[in-house]
């Protein structure tokens, strides 16, 4: 029993030796990159809920994915500052750019217009405010514009 064990060990380690021969100097690169494969940290189970994932639509024009971003600042810095309301209807605008990219860009307008009747007490607040509104407004005109929607006035 002991010498056939020894027999087998023998054998198995000549035969490493001879594919680490095989492999010549590349064997220590094949030996780093086995390495760092490694298991995931925990395998998912079959009863866990599959995390949500942020469905972009593909092809999105880039001045669209501008406003797109724009009225995403400006709908967190809304949130941050209590003002749910505005920012719902940013967020629904910006959703309806997705599907009916017309449509969602007169949304956005109308919510823009509220925007400017909003006045805040803190000073700094109101310029940030204004700052990310006039963002998302040149944002918008730009792809009004691409878009030949409505004729824009130049201030």
């Known amino acids: 029993m002991l010498p056939e064990l020894l027999v087998g060990f023998v054998v198995t380690l000549l035969m490493v030796a001879g594919i680490l ?23 998912p189970s ?22 797109l971003v724009a009225a995403a600042r400006l709908t967190n810095w809304l949130r941050a ?4 309301d ?4 940013l967020r629904s605008a910006a959703g309806r750019i ?9 949304a956005m307008q109308t919510v823009l217009r509220r925007l400017r009747s909003l006045t805040l007490d803190d000073r700094s607040a109101q310029d940030r405010l204004k700052e990310l509104t006039n963002e998302l407004r040149t944002a918008v005109q730009d792809r009004f514009e691409q ?6 006035r130049r201030p």
Do not use: C, D
């Open 86 to 89: 505005l920012s719902r209807e």
């Open 98 to 106: 997705t599907s009916n990219e017309a449509a969602g860009l007169y």
């Open 81 to 84: 500052h209590a003002q749910e």
């Open 46 to 67: 079959v009863f866990q809920a599959a995390k949500p994932r942020e469905v972009v639509p593909p092809g999105l024009n880039p001045k669209t994915q501008r406003v």
């Open 147 to 152: 878009l030949e929607l409505l004729p824009f």
């Open 21 to 43: 021969i095989m492999l010549g100097p590349n064997a220590t690169r094949i030996i780093r990159r086995i390495r760092a494969i490694r298991r995931p940290a925990s395998v």
